[in-house]
């Protein structure tokens, strides 16, 4: 069975540009959530997605969006990219957004 | 506001030297308490969820233990693989959505030496 799915792997973008990552769940999960991990520092909770609707956002700008599709795969975006963007981004997917999160391994942006 | 502090933030064994991880935590109404493993450039690895005071739970030469304000992660006559971040977390409700989220400690970096 495939894991849960993160595209690309790694980005290098520029100051004030915009970028989208992209995570397929595990099949059969209806919940995404995503976190951001800067360098030596635990995962921070960015958003959460269940049957396509959010159920719930930390505390970050409104820089940040996402979205979930029809066949629950998921959407981060974020606008007017900053140095302090710069981090791994993950995806957990869960089969109800409560039980048991199965992270990807994650895109390593880096805003220069 | 929940918090989990995790201590020491970096521990080095040797081969077969037994000892333990420790997470402290705050949270409004605990959904469960995570232990996972991390290897440099890798998302998350999971080990363990307990959901309540005196619950234990075993994976090879890990044991995982929660009471009411900290919990853990044993690790017994460890091996070089076994060298990786290990990071706790607590589950939460969102109050506005009705979601979950976890918060994480920093973690503990672990090297196992021969």
């Known amino acids: 069975d495939a894991g849960v799915t993160q595209s690309p792997t790694h980005l290098i973008k520029t100051r004030g540009q915009q970028v989208t990552l992209r995570c397929s769940p595990i099949s059969g999960h209806k919940s995404v959530s995503w976190y951001q991990q800067v360098l030596g520092q635990g995962p921070q909770f960015i958003f959460q997605?269940?049957?396509?609707?959010?159920?719930g956002r930390g505390n970050f700008p409104d820089r940040f969006s996402a979205r979930q599709f029809p066949n629950y795969s998921s959407e981060l975006n974020v606008n007017a990219l900053l140095l302090g963007d710069s981090a791994l981004y993950l995806c957990?997917?869960?089969?109800?957004?409560?039980?048991?999160?199965?992270f990807g391994s994650g895109t390593r942006l880096t805003v220069v | 506001e929940d918090q989990v502090t995790q201590s020491p933030e970096a521990l080095r064994l040797q081969e077969g030297e037994s000892s333990s991880l420790n997470c402290s935590y705050t949270v409004s109404g605990l959904r469960g308490l995570f232990w996972y493993r991390q290897d440099p450039g890798k998302g998350p690895e999971f080990l363990f969820t307990l959901y309540s005071a005196g619950e234990e739970k075993e994976k090879e030469r890990l044991k995982a233990t929660l009471t009411k304000k900290e919990s853990f992660l044993h690790i017994t006559a460890p091996k070089p693989e076994d060298s990786a971040t290990y990071l706790c977390a607590v589950q939460g409700k969102i109050l506005t959505g009705g979601g979950n989220k976890l918060t994480f400690g920093t973690g503990t970096q672990l090297k196992v030496e021969l």
């Open positions: 957990a997917s869960s089969l109800d957004g409560f039980y048991g999160y199965t």
């Open positions: 997605y269940y049957e396509k609707e959010e159920r």
